[in-house]
């Protein structure tokens, strides 16, 4: 499942930075998965050197969030395990600090993870 990265609630976003997101295995499953971002600059070319940490959310009130810090494993291309607690539909919030201090916050729907 791959899915960019869009503006939604109160994230702070930065309109040049290209963020992707897919999720492994696909279609998501509940246990461990694993999470790639890759971050872009305004011309399109990797942006390494940032700083990225995810909280996984459930898109209904009352469940726990779940958290994650990403490694960098090539120039743009961050990799985290995230663990969806539970089936249905899900958000990924990206937080990341760019390498000139810009923060970026960005919200990244993962609807239907399915119970293993």
Not at 4 to 20: A, E, N, P, V
Not at 63 to 76: D, I, T
Not at 103 to 113: H, M
Request: glycine share 12%.
């Amino acid at each position: 499942m791959i899915v960019t990265g869009c503006r939604r609630g109160q994230t702070s976003d930065i309109s040049d930075i290209g963020l992707d997101l897919s999720v492994s295995p696909d279609p998501p499953i509940t246990g461990q998965s694993a999470v790639v971002i890759q971050l872009t600059d305004e011309t399109g070319q990797p942006l390494a050197g940032a700083t990225v940490e995810l909280e996984g959310n459930m898109s209904h009130a009352g469940m726990a969030p779940v958290f994650s810090q990403a490694k960098e494993v090539e120039p743009g291309r961050y990799e985290a395990p995230l663990e969806f607690t539970m089936g249905g539909d899900w958000f990924i919030l990206v937080k990341a600090t760019l390498p000139d201090g810009r923060q970026l916050e960005r919200q990244v729907d993962v609807p239907g993870v399915q119970v293993q």
